[in-house]
């Protein structure tokens, strides 16, 4: 009953902390903005050209396509050969999850096929580690592109980000009483996870086996007969990315010149605000508007102005995507099988794919 009740209350954590945190984000956003600023704002929102944001959430749904063919290859060379279909709505259904509860969705998506295709959790699972590791490569490639192309001004918009992060009102006694307790929980579950390992064979051979299916789903794409394919889809959804991201400054007057050294930086911000809180709420508008208003406050003599349009560019651009994840999260819901039903060819699903 005790372990019971100690799961719910982490899950609940798990749900409520970075949710809270992201709307404590939103309300900071929003009540910095004075009078001016917030009319600014709101003019910003309603005069923007959305064919532009249509544009952009169309390049998204793609990417989502792009990533859900891409799985197949570091699922075959593990002998399995699920449906696109069921790959597609799997993903977007644990994307969905993952607006909720961050990283949860990574969970969701074994599961899912799993219930689809028998595909077991573990190895499933490796595959979505595998590309976890390939996404930050991804990353780290852009993030050096932006460092050649202009270094100076990654570091000034770094600068901003840290001067003017909203103080979170806890007492330094306070945090300190709270990292303890984080590392006595860390220290204990590694206590017990010991404990399980030397007194229990059974739980040590479950945990061996969980570790190795892990293992083989990360290093399938070494056993994949088609390995420059998943690099060069794998490069395509993250140009899409940047795409999406980019085109969206061509819906204000004010932003559709805008350098591309500045895309880039506003996407690596983005992307932290994107691990920081649930779905980004309140973090991506937030960093992508200090990047909007650094580049762009030059052209006005009011500050609110640049203010008002970065902030308006940051929020539609989140707003945007979001819309757009819980959408195909809902009809992926609504259309992926509920009881699993045996092919009778498996090379039928590979052929489908």
Same mark, same amino acid.
């Given at each position: ?14 749900v409520v902390f970075p949710l809270a945190i992201g709307l404590y984000l939103t309300w900071h956003f929003y009540n910095a903005m004075d009078e001016p600023t917030k009319d600014i704002f709101f003019k910003a929102i309603k005069e923007a050209n959305y064919f532009w944001i249509i544009l ?179 490069? =395509? ?6 795409? /999406?991201? #980019?085109?969206? %400054?061509?819906?204000? +007057? &004010?932003? !559709? ?29 937030? =960093? ?6 650094? /580049?762009? #406050?030059?052209? %006005?003599?009011?500050? +609110? &102005?640049? !203010? ?46």
């Amino acid at each position: 009953m005790a372990k019971s009740t100690n799961k719910k209350i982490i899950s609940i954590i798990k749900v409520v902390f970075p949710l809270a945190i992201g709307l404590y984000l939103t309300w900071h956003f929003y009540n910095a903005m004075d009078e001016p600023t917030k009319d600014i704002f709101f003019k910003a929102i309603k005069e923007a050209n959305y064919f532009w944001i249509i544009l952009s959430m169309f390049m998204g749904f793609v990417s989502h396509l792009i990533r859900a063919y891409r799985w197949k290859f570091l699922l075959e060379p593990l002998g399995y050969f699920p449906k696109f279909w069921h790959r597609y709505h799997a993903m977007m259904v644990g994307y969905l999850v993952n607006l909720l509860i961050p990283r949860a969705g990574e969970v969701t998506r074994p599961a899912l096929l799993y219930q689809t295709d028998r595909i077991p959790f573990s190895k499933s699972f490796g595959t979505i580690i595998a590309e976890r590791m390939f996404d930050l490569v991804m990353l780290g490639v852009v993030v050096l592109i932006t460092v050649v192309l202009s270094f100076d001004d990654l570091i000034a918009v770094k600068d901003i980000i840290v001067a003017g992060a909203p103080e979170d009102g806890v007492e330094p006694e306070s945090k300190q009483w709270i990292l303890n307790l984080i590392i006595s929980v860390v220290a204990g579950g590694i206590l017990l996870f010991a404990i399980l390992w030397v007194k229990i064979e059974k739980f040590r051979t479950k945990i061996t086996e969980f570790v190795k299916d892990v293992m083989n789903g990360v290093l399938g794409i070494l056993k994949s007969k088609k390995p420059f394919q998943f690099i060069f889809h794998t490069v =395509l959804i993250w140009a899409m990315y940047v795409f /999406f991201f #980019g085109v969206c %400054f061509k819906a204000f +007057e &004010q932003t !559709e010149n805008f350098p591309v050294n500045g895309v880039l930086i506003g996407f690596i911000a983005g992307s932290l605000g994107l691990m920081f809180t649930s779905g980004g709420i309140g973090a991506y508008p937030y =960093l992508v508007g200090i990047v909007v208003i650094y /580049f762009i #406050g030059d052209q %006005f003599e009011v500050k +609110e &102005q640049a !203010e008002g349009i970065g902030k308006a560019l940051g929020m539609i651009i989140w707003l945007s995507q979001t819309i757009l994840m819980i959408l195909l999260g809902l009809i992926s819901l609504a259309l992926l099988p509920r009881n699993y039903k045996k092919e009778s060819d498996d090379k039928v699903g590979a052929n489908q794919a």
